[in-house]
């Protein structure tokens, strides 16, 4: 089987700060870690490719950098890595994003063929959007199955996949056509830990970069902050409110507290204690 | 696809607001009505009353979207879109669409776009929405953007689309220049549910798209409804009290289910308690968890992360218990107290009950 | 054992004596694979610390030019502190504004993993997140190679450089060395306090990228052998403090990171910090045990270097520097012996023991042998009493209170003789002694 997993690199948001001055990010050693949705997806590459056999190809869109994230993914057990950098890229939203990455697919499917599965993660820590991967889908004309938990069947000869979807009040049961873009949802599994060979030869292959041009992109006004529609107007730290909350005193003990607590509620919310009397059963 | 780029070649995209011509009709704000077995996802209702406050700021109407099979009553539908504040409902219905499926959802809504124009339009930033809002965007070649807490007119007339931005650490606002429609996905319970108007009335247009069940490679071979008894009800619930690391151990989570259900309300937590395990999933409250509207939310041993503070800040009033006198929920937060929540929690649970207890038998 | 699996030496660990190591090697054209447990070369490293230029400069002359240096040092202080203040000597000069500083504040997360990127670029194959496990050898016993936390047959080599840091695990588990004595460690807490680089600057009266450095004994180490640090970064302050493990654990009153909040809370440290964001701590061992506690150095297809081979001068601080030149001295050893096609034996690697005796590294942990040893004995007498003598003294003297000046110098000898006796000469004996 083939199949592509589209990772992105991101900043490991958990460890972002802002300027308490200027409101800007400090990203000084904020370090990069592979978007962690998109591990799922990986996995779940690496499982079909240990049974029918074939390739797994990550690619990413990034900063030369980005070629770090690749070649851990190589670690995990992926089979190759490409990387779609270029400065016309910079400032992407997720429109200009699926049409770059869309095209390194295609791309790399004129080396390797159409992929059967191209794999994404539901959504990303930075940008947190959930677009890219029906981009993709809807660019390349690939069924479209998103927030999948689970793979029940696949047959790359016959060209069908079966999955359960979740949906919002339960689950779908779809049966689809391949090719497939697939949206992996969180918990459905768990990456490996790829072996000594595996990080081996992670750690001595070469990630394939291209460029705009490589990848046969030639309207760059597609591509970047050109090729985005959404622009960002303004950054800003939430605001605080004016009046910050008011401290009820927690000096005389716990018991005092949770009276002086429970008063200063209800002062405030009188209707509630008829709510929570209404409510209240079985005491 | 069906729309060809509009962008003039080697114009910088969007900075400056220049809508090119074709764009200038395009008119009204549309809400697309997240139509399911039967019955409108709340938070197609919340984009109503906040789709009316655009479209009055904005002088147009606002028209609801509603899509399904003709086997479903979409007509009960029809009537709660005007009641809570459209002026049209745009109807769609068809076999193929009795279930959702992308492809089909993708191609009517595309079409309905192209054919009446929308400025605005707004879908619930649930996995249905999502799932739809990603492959119209692409497909009409617009600007989307996800998960936005605010919505707010400008003053040239462009949609100020507010989203927490690097993993939530701040908010930006986005802006969909020059394109149409300007599409926006929010979170339920992130808009207030507005008050119904009964009886109000408005204008259906039918819209029968060419549709082939044939031509649809994806099929719905089953639905496995969710439990009902699970814990969805967490995002309707008058009282919320949750706790976070703070708790310091998974033990004293049920100091915080005793006080919610002495309160006779719902519990959650926040993400760290997910990750380690102490609490399932779909317990979690914050951005990337439930967005939760209660009357009273009990924050117990919660830092007040933005991630956290904007799936609560629309609660009524916000109560916070944490050692840390200068932990950000106190920045949110109505009422607070700096003391140690395992301590608190059973001493404040004993005392509700206690006066619970007095105004029963005294009532 | 495939070829693909067989390397001219491997190098465990990936911090300042192993990339010095491997980098060396590497670019004498051997085939290295160094192993890093961290997810990347740093990532498990304490941050913000001081580098010293020379040793990386000795193999990368021109590294001012992309390593990722925080501020050049101008200003040192050493402070004596009491419980409510200090008295210390600050040493500024714009004579290390020159061309190529001598001393640079560093992050250690970002700087590892810059030395490392030179390792890879080198020619080196690096992993990542992958810790050894266990030395592989021979039916006699030679090391052969390394075994990881990961599936698979093991990596196999000429020689094993273990530069692997304090703990030495892998050394320890292979027998190959002692375990640590208490005696002999420190254990350090650190922070990371975040500012804007404009408060720092006005802060500390420093413009551009000079930075200061504060180093701090006394009381607020409880009389436990110890100091404390405060370094400035461009926008942040690492501050630490560290205490001997023994005295840690004999002492028993209180944890590092108390120590460390006292510190913080210290009315001379207090306002440096004042509306910092804390990012991060952790906690980490020094060797402080000095040369008598520097175990065998080499043995058949192995070789030590850096921490693992307890290579620190804690009276100044040093570390990274012995970590890097020792890793380059091993690495060059082992280039010689493979140019001469000889195998890494025991005795062939006794070239690496001569190095280092030629070198300063033999010579400065030679010189403070007996230090770690005065300290051990006489720890609180140095850590708190003296401070406290000598911040009583200063403020008798610089006080204006209507007492004469005869009375103030004799209530200042008298308050150290009641304090120690006749003790304070032997103290300064023992002192000079251990220092010479
Ligand atoms: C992309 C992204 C999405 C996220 N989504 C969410 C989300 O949906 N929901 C969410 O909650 N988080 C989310 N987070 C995580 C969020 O950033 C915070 O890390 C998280 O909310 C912190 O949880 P906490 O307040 O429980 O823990 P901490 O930040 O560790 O805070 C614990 C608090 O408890 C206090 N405390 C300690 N001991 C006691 C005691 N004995 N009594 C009382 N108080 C005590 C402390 O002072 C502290 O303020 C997200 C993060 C990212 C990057
Ligand atoms: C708080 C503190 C402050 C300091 N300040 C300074 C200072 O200002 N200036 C200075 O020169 N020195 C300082 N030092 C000392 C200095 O940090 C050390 O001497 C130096 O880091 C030693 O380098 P190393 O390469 O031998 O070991 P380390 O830096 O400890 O590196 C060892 C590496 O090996 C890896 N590793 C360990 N075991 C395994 C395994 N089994 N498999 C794979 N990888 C493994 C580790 O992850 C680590 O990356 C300080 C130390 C501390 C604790
Ligand atoms: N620059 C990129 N490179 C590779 N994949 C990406 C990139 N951006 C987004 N993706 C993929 O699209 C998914 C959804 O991203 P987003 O729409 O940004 O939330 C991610 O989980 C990735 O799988």
Known sequence: ?283 | MTTSSPQAAGQRAGMKKELPEHFRSYKHVWVFIEFEHGRIHPVSLELLGEGRKLADKLGVELAGVLLGSGADSLDDATRNCFAYGADVVYRVEHPVLAQYRNQPYTKVMTELVEKFQPEIMLLGATVLGRDLAGSVATTLKTGLTADCTELAIDDERSLAATRPTFGGSLLCTIHTLNYRPQMATVRPRVMAMPRPEEGREGRVVVYTPELEEERIITKVLDFLPDDAAEASGLAFADIVVAGGMGLRSEENIQLVRQLASVLGGDWGGSRPLVQKGWIAADRQIGQTGKTIRPKLYIAAGISGAIQHRVGVEGADMIVAINTDPNAPIFDFAHLGVVSDAVALLPVLTEAFRQRLLVNRMAG | MSNTTRFDAIVVGAGPSGNAAAYTMARAGLNVLQIERGEYAGSKNVQGAILYADALEQMIPDFREEAPLERHIVEQRIWMMDDKGHTGMHHRSDDYNEERPNRYTIIRAQFDKWFNRQVRDAGATVLYETTVTDLLRDAQGRVIGVQTDREGDGYYADVVVLAEGVNALVGQRSGLRPELRAEDVALAVKEMHFLPQETIESRFNITGGEGVVIEAMGTITEGMVGTAFLYTNRESISIGIGCLVSDLSRVGKCSPYQLLDRFKAHPSIRSLLEGSEMKEYAAHLIPEGGYRAIPELAGDGWIAVGDAGHFVNAVHREGSNLAMTTGRLAAETIIDLHRQGQRCTRQALGAYRKRLENSFVMKDMKKYKDVPRMLEKQGSTIMDLYPRLMNGAAQTWFRVDGRDKKAKENAIVKAAWHARGLGLLGDAVKLARAWR
């Open chain 1, 1 to 283: 089987m083939r199949i592509f997993v589209c990772i992105k690199q991101v900043p490991d948001s958990a460890q972002i700060r802002v300027h308490p001055v200027t409101n800007t990010i400090m990203r000084q050693g904020v370090p990069t870690i592979i978007n962690p949705y998109d591990l799922f997806g990986l996995e779940e590459a690496l499982r079909l490719r240990d049974r029918f056999g074939g390739e797994v190809t990550v690619l990413s869109m990034g900063p030369p950098m980005a070629s770090e994230s690749l070649r851990k993914a190589l670690g995990y057990g992926a089979d190759r890595g490409l990387l779609l950098t270029d400065r016309f890229f910079a400032g992407s939203d997720t429109l200009a994003t699926s049409y770059a990455l869309s095209r390194l697919i295609e791309k790399a499917a004129e080396e390797q063929g159409m992929p059967h599965i191209v794999f994404c993660g539901k959504q990303t820590i930075d940008g947190d959007t959930a677009q890219v991967g029906p981009g993709i889908a809807q660019r390349l004309g690939l069924s479209q199955l998103t927030y999948v938990s689970a793979i029940d069947a696949v047959d790359p000869e016959q060209g069908t996949i079966t999955v359960r979807r979740r949906a919002d009040h339960g689950v779908q049961v779809l049966s689809s056509r391949l090719p497939a873009m697939i949206t992996m949802l969180e918990g459905s599994n768990q990456i490996r830990r790829g072996t000594q060979n595996d990080v081996l030869r992670a750690a001595r292959s070469d990630i394939t970069q291209w460029n705009a041009a490589g990848v046969g992109i030639e309207d760059l006004s597609l591509c970047g902050l050109r090729g985005s529609p959404t622009v960002v107007k303004r950054v800003f730290a939430p605001s605080v409110r004016s009046e910050k909350a008011t401290i009820v005193s927690s000096e005389s003990g716990v018991s005092a507290t949770a009276s002086a607590l429970i008063e200063a509620i209800l002062e405030r919310q009188p209707a509630l204690e008829t709510d929570l009397l209404e409510q209240a059963s079985g005491y």
